[in-house]
């Protein structure tokens, strides 16, 4: 059983933290900078953006993430989105990584955004943690 594990671990290795480049993290910023309620943070090393707690988008490797409806992962999905893997066979349900196509452009990458923070609002608030 234990050698089972380790060969499952083994072909989900860990992703390499590679560096975005600057235009990736520049139109992440602009497109999150002004989200009424969201709060900068950093997720893996990389700039991401939570609301009431939950995390909204981030930044992984030189991708643009976000989180969204069932509905917008949908119509996501058909320009060219696909769910979000931080590791291979790991998805994060709710967050689909963005085309370049979207990320190259301001106005559909604010858009885009604008969707998830529309669905994260829906969510429950989560309690910040307490250190210690």
Known sequence: MAARKAAKAAERKMPAFTKPTEKTVTAFHDATADIAGAEPRTMFG??????NGNMLACVFQDRIMVRMSEADRAEAAKIGGK?????????????MEL???????????????????AFVATLPKKAKKKKG
């Open 46 to 51: 990389y700039p991401s953006v939570f609301l």
């Open 83 to 95: 769910p979000f893997e931080p590791s291979p066979g790991r998805a994060m349900k709710e967050y």
């Open 99 to 117: 085309p370049a196509k979207v990320v190259a452009s301001p106005s559909e990458l604010a858009v885009w955004i604008g969707r998830g923070r």
